[in-house]
C-alpha cells in the first residue's frame, strides 16, 4: 500500500527537479523527505548555494507555479521509461507499465504519489536553508497556502 504524501509538496519537489536540472545541471534529487510542513530534497553538486542562486531558483519555481500548468499523467511500457527517464526510484513493484507525471510542458517523470491538478494549487515555495557536505547539497523548502502564495 502507498503512504500518504502531501499533493501540494510533492508536486513542488516534481518543479524544484526540473529547476535544478535545467539551471544546474544536477539531475533530479537521489533523496528527497517530503512532508505537509516542510521537506527537503538532496542532490549531488559541487558547492553550496549562493544568496543569488538561491532566490533565482524560488523565483523560477514561482514562476512555474503561477503559471497555472495543468498536472497530467500518462502511462508507458516499463522498457520505454527506462529509456526515457531515470526509473531508479520506482518500487519493484512497477512491472509492465510506469506512470509519468507532467506539469504541463515544463516536467515529466515517473511517479507513483499523488499530485495537484494544477501548479497553481501549490502555493508559494520558499527554500528555507541549504546545507552543503561531501558533495552533496540539501535544500529544505516550504510552501504557502495558494491564498497566501504572493507572500513568500
Not at 518543479?15 to 544546474?24: A, C, E, H, V, W
Not at 497553481?120 to 516550504?142: A, C, H, M, P
Amino acid at each position: 500500500m502507498k503512504k500518504q504524501t502531501d499533493p501540494r509538496m510533492h508536486s513542488a519537489e516534481h518543479i524544484l527537479n526540473q529547476t535544478m536540472d535545467r539551471m544546474f545541471g544536477c539531475g533530479r534529487c537521489f533523496s528527497a523527505h517530503i512532508e505537509r510542513k516542510k521537506s527537503k530534497c538532496d542532490y549531488h553538486f559541487d558547492h553550496d548555494l549562493a544568496a543569488d542562486e538561491v532566490a533565482e531558483i524560488q523565483d523560477r519555481v514561482n514562476r512555474v507555479i503561477g503559471d497555472d500548468l495543468r498536472v497530467t499523467e500518462s502511462y508507458v511500457a516499463k522498457g520505454k521509461a527506462e529509456v526515457l527517464y531515470n526509473t531508479d526510484k520506482l518500487p519493484a513493484s512497477v512491472d509492465s507499465t510506469v506512470r509519468i507525471v507532467h506539469m504541463g510542458e515544463y516536467d515529466a517523470c515517473p511517479c507513483i504519489w499523488d499530485h495537484v491538478k494544477s501548479t497553481r494549487e501549490i502555493g508559494g515555495f520558499r527554500i528555507t536553508t541549504t546545507s552543503y557536505e561531501d558533495n552533496v547539497l540539501r535544500i529544505r523548502y516550504k510552501l504557502s497556502t495558494p491564498e497566501n502564495a504572493s507572500n513568500t
